[in-house]
């Protein structure tokens, strides 16, 4: 090097060398320092939607102090509404997205007065059915301060009274405008109001054949179709909403680091 280059051009090479060295070690610890922003973020993002997801549950634990039978309808909804996914055909991922929409489908009844939650929809005079049909839409903000990975079950928990007839509410949706998701969240919300939806409560046989007489109508016939099939699969425990799957859950948490798909865990 120095009989060819001499020694101030060898100098030069060494010191360009040394730089380049430099200013790779300076790129490593970047993207190191990068990395672990990134993983923080992530950290801090986790934090956040596992605390709104276990914010919105203790709103309903809230509700069922005006209304014992929320927490309980919340749980069989969410317990039906997944099995019905899952028949349907959703894969593991949005079927446990669909159960959290279930479960949190009525969130948007906290903060209404008592006398509002306690009385059928029919005996509320306009005022009442106004706040009450308010709901979804005050449930779909909920959901949706979980983060942007629930921005599709904000939606479906926004549209769970539309009818595929257009006499749904709010947004008078009909037929394909209803995601599927939200489908399954209308038969098996009208299957749980009847089954345990106090005063209203009736046998298992009626509410089968009132989803029956509302499909092709209200709602979605295939869907009514392939949720009568699961039932007929579970046990008379199952057409009940009884039995341990059917607890209310006391958590919120995501299922594997990252995955962004919630847990629930049942006390």
Same mark, same amino acid.
């Given at each position: 090097m120095l009989a060819v280059f001499g020694p101030?051009? +060898?100098?030069?090479?060494? @010191?360009?060398?040394?730089?380049?060295?430099? +200013?790779?070690?300076?790129?490593?610890? %970047?993207?190191?320092? !990068?990395?672990?922003?990134?993983?923080? !973020?992530?950290?801090? %993002?986790? +934090?956040?939607?596992? +605390? !709104?997801?276990?914010? @919105?549950?203790q709103l309903v634990r809230l509700l069922g102090e005006e209304d014992g039978t929320i927490p309980a309808r919340a749980a069989a909804a969410a317990v039906y509404a997944a099995d019905l996914a899952r028949r349907l055909?959703?894969?593991?991922?949005?079927? =446990?997205? *669909?159960?959290?929409?279930?479960?949190?489908r009525d969130v948007g009844l906290a903060g209404l007065p008592g006398e509002v939650l306690g009385a059928p929809l029919e005996r509320l005079n306009?005022?009442?059915?106004?706040?009450?049909?308010?709901?979804? *839409?005050?449930? =779909?903000?909920?959901?949706? @301060?979980?983060g942007p990975e629930f921005e599709e079950a904000a939606k479906w928990v926004r549209w769970h009274h539309e009818r595929v007839d257009g006499t749904g509410y709010p947004d008078r949706l009909r037929a394909e405008w209803i995601p599927l998701e939200a489908r399954i969240l209308a038969v098996a919300d009208a299957y749980v109001e009847r089954i345990l939806g106090g005063a209203g409560e009736t046998a298992a046989p009626e509410a089968r054949r009132a989803l029956a007489d509302a499909a092709g109508g209200a709602l979605d016939g295939n869907v009514v179709r392939a949720f009568l099939?699961?039932?007929?699969?579970?046990?008379?425990?199952? *057409? %009940?909403?009884?039995?341990? %799957?059917?607890?209310f859950p006391d958590d919120a948490r995501p299922e594997t680091p990252g995955s962004g798909v919630p847990q629930l865990r049942v006390v």
């Open positions: 101030a051009a +060898s100098l030069v090479l060494f @010191a360009g060398g040394f730089g380049a060295l430099t +200013s790779l070690h300076l790129i490593w610890h %970047r993207q190191k320092e !990068n990395e672990a922003l990134r993983a923080e !973020n992530r950290r801090l %993002r986790e +934090s956040l939607k596992t +605390s !709104n997801l276990t914010f @919105a549950l055909g959703l894969d593991a991922e949005r079927a =446990e997205k *669909v159960r959290l929409a279930a479960l949190l306009p005022l009442g059915r106004r706040l009450y049909r308010g709901h979804p *839409v005050r449930g =779909e903000q909920v959901l949706a @301060a979980a099939s699961v039932l007929d699969a579970g046990g008379e425990d199952y *057409v %009940r909403a009884a039995g341990e %799957r059917f607890a």
